[in-house]
């Protein structure tokens, strides 16, 4: 069902959100002023993303988890309670994305599947971005 497929993207995204947030305030390295960048562009974007999410599950008349124990459940993005070093955080975050990039596929198969265009095409949108992000982490890594 699509809104499930948006419920754990909500969950992971926020959980995303909040990894890049806790990176971006914790970094520390010779390019700290990069990686300060880069994880404060993630975490604005991931942000931007929660709203539509949660409201693109109303319309299709489920509620939406609201919860840091609800989020905790369903995210496929694990917490993070320790600062690592820079490029572990890097390294993580271009794991999570990987998984949020999947999860986009899935829910976008299902929305086209359902007729459901507009979700579909945030769907579409979210996909590119995460690319860009996969993008950008990996070449930071190099």
């Not at 404060?40 to 509620?63: M, N, T």
């Not at 265009?117 to 930071?140: C, E, P, V, Y």
Request: proline share 3%.
């Amino acid at each position: 069902m699509l809104a499930d497929n948006l419920k754990e993207l909500l969950a992971t995204t926020f959980a995303f959100y909040l990894k890049a947030q806790n990176f971006h305030w914790n970094v520390e390295a010779r390019t700290f002023p990069q990686d300060h960048e880069l994880f404060g562009d993630i975490y604005s974007d991931a942000y931007s993303a929660v709203d539509p999410l949660a409201e693109y599950i109303r319309s299709l008349d489920e509620y939406v988890p609201g919860s840091f124990k609800r989020f905790s459940e369903s995210t496929q993005v694990a917490d993070q309670v320790k600062i690592p070093k820079a490029d572990l955080m890097i390294k993580e975050l271009l794991a999570d994305n990987d998984k949020i990039i999947e999860m986009l596929k899935d829910a976008f198969d299902v929305a086209t599947k359902d007729r459901q265009q507009g979700i579909a095409n945030f769907l579409a949108d979210r996909m590119s971005m995460h690319g860009k992000w996969h993008w950008q982490l990996s070449a930071t890594l190099k």
